[in-house]
């Protein structure tokens, strides 16, 4: 059977590619590079670096390089350089954590950037043990913007919207924390920059994400200011021994982010028996920048995924639409293992999924562009495949409900519940329009909903699956019903099952999560600029 050429975010030798969902039933078309495809999955080797330059800590000499932390390690935990409630005069303000076990005075620090502009603490400020501490420009919330803030630096000191470093030093001289954002960075407006993770490094721009909700009485910001992060509060770090696939303080460095890489790593604990932990990736073109070492979108996912991989998570979706393929993949029947199939191969991508679900012991359910029928009467799916942990196909699920461009070229599938098992019940498989008609239940005259689609939607909804492994390349964001956060949360309760939902992040693609049957959020990840994961666990079945 003859292999045809593609780039996965191109419908058969079409220059654009039509998204999935959105309102109405012509979508808008996205422009693809049709240029030269390498190797589906990159094997980058990632050097730790060149060994920093000697720092001389005094508060004058800012040209420090990967300063030392002293044994007063307060962490720079948040950033507002760019609020859009209030004019950046009043609104601009960082945030201090303690991590040690006795408070610290901070009454004569300092903190400036590289350009000599500092200020010097002027009065008492005591922020306790394990506690944050806001500095602001202006700390009074009925100008602020509604930042409760500890103390006031005034009009001498300001954080740049582009880039700017902010060095904090102690009474001593001895720099205790630096940050310096620039170029790659994403300072959105009206939205924080939160570290992550208290051990990350916070000098490193994947160890920020931009906050997603207002705190509460803000003036309409986003952020955490006096508390822990919320853009990735269900996150769970792992512990650096050697080499791992995220950036952490510890000097460390990682061989391949490949399927045949290694994360050497401290797990979390297993969730209870019968439960399950599980993942969903939100992913852009381009966003291979925010993976250490990747060059291509494909290094880019098995990065988060291993990621993901390392946090505890067992079963991993990723976006519709996210890789790159070099050819459309055959169709696979269930319980082959593509990486020893001489149908792909371990050069192939699906036979690379295949390794690097078995590498990493996980349950890998991606989408790609398969290829089926016969060689004088091929068809093409939109597919979902899901890898168990150790790399055999397990089910298959064709789209069902094809969007615009996608009819012109690929064939529907006529099954809506293709299920699996998992510890926690039964499992199905959805993408994208698949669920259109959900918004149709309630709003009749937004959007398109054929009778087909609509009574398998229903079908599915009223089956046996307790969880829906959903990947989407989902728009509307103009109509706040449409947004992808909302659809899935609708559909969870619709279904009565748990939804964990992988979408694209494109310019207004954007929006993920892990919904309970009720419809509530259990995780989200909507940073519209860099990826995220969101994590649940889905309990036992009762």
């Known amino acids: 059977m003859k292999y045809y050429v593609v780039r996965l ?49 005094s508060p004058g000499s800012p ?17 507002m350089a760019n609020p859009a409630a209030v004019y950046d005069s009043a609104g601009e303000w960082f945030e201090l954590f303690n991590p040690s076990a006795a408070g610290v005075d901070l009454q004569g620090w ?22 944050y501490l806001v500095l602001a420009k202006n700390a009074d919330i009925t100008k602020n913007g509604g930042v409760p803030a500890s103390y006031a630096y005034g009009s001498s000191w300001n954080l740049s919207n582009g880039e700017d470093q902010i060095l904090l030093y102690d009474t001593t001289g001895a720099l205790v924390d630096a ?32 906050e997603t909700k207002p705190w509460p009485g803000s003036a309409g910001d986003f952020g955490t200011p006096g508390t822990a992060a919320l853009c990735q509060t269900s996150y769970v770090p792992p512990v650096v021994v050697d080499a791992g696939p995220a950036p952490t303080k510890a000097d460390a460095t990682v061989d391949s982010v490949s399927p045949d890489s290694t994360v050497d790593t401290i797990a979390p604990p297993p969730p209870p ?7 969903a990736i939100q992913y852009g073109p381009g966003h291979y920048t925010f993976a250490m070492g990747c060059t291509d979108d494909n290094c880019g996912l098995a990065y988060y995924i291993k990621e993901a991989a390392s946090n505890g998570a067992k079963y991993i ?55 089926g029928g016969t060689s004088a009467a091929p068809e093409f799916y939109n597919t979902h495949i899901v890898l168990d942990e150790q790399g055999k196909v397990v089910q298959t699920h064709k789209k069902y409900y094809l969007y615009s461009g996608e ?17 926690a019940g039964k499992a199905g498989l959805l993408i994208c329009a698949d669920i259109n008609c959900i918004v149709y239940l309630d709003y009749k005259n937004q959007g398109s909903c054929t009778k087909a689609g609509l009574t398998k939607m ?12 959903f990947s989407s390349y989902w728009m509307a964001w103009k109509n706040p019903i449409w947004k992808a956060k909302a659809i899935m949360a609708k559909f969870a309760k619709h279904a009565n099952a748990y939804v964990v939902g992988a979408n694209i992040i494109d310019g207004n693609y954007h929006g993920g999560g892990v919904f309970a049957p009720d419809g509530t959020t259990i995780d989200l990840v909507d940073q519209k600029t860099s990826p995220g994961i969101a994590y649940g666990t889905i309990p036992p079945a009762p």
């Open 63 to 79: 040209d420090s390089a990967d300063p030392v932390p002293t044994a007063t390690n307060i962490i720079i935990t948040e950033i």
């Open 458 to 469: 229903n079908e599915f909804a009223t089956g046996n699956a307790r969880i829906v492994f």
């Open 317 to 371: 979706v990723t976006p519709e639409y996210a890789f790159d393929q070099q050819y459309y993949e055959f169709f696979p029947a269930n319980g082959v293992k593509p990486a020893t199939d001489s149908n792909w191969g371990s050069n192939s991508l699906l036979g690379q999924l295949s390794q690097l679900a078995d590498t990493e012991n996980i349950n890998l359910i991606v989408t790609l562009m398969t290829q």
């Open 407 to 423: 009819k012109k070229n690929l064939t529907a599938g006529e099954n809506c519940c293709d299920l699996f098992d998992t510890p």
């Open 273 to 279: 028996p019968g439960s399950i932990k599980v993942a």
């Open 9 to 57: 975010l191109t419908v058969l030798f079409v220059g654009t590619l039509w998204s999935c969902a959105g309102t109405g039933d012509a979508l808008d078309p996205i422009e693809v590079d049709a240029g030269t495809i390498e190797d589906p999955i990159k094997d980058p080797k990632v050097d730790a670096g060149t060994p920093s330059t000697p720092v001389d800590a």
């Open 110 to 131: 300092v903190f400036q950037d590289v350009s000599g502009k500092a200020h010097t603490i002027d009065s008492q400020l005591v922020i306790a043990a394990g506690q």
């Open 179 to 210: 940050v310096e954002y620039a170029a790659g960075w994403t300072i959105e407006s009206g939205a924080s920059l939160s570290l992550k993770d208290l051990q990350w490094d916070n000098n490193k721009s994947s160890s920020w994400c931009s």
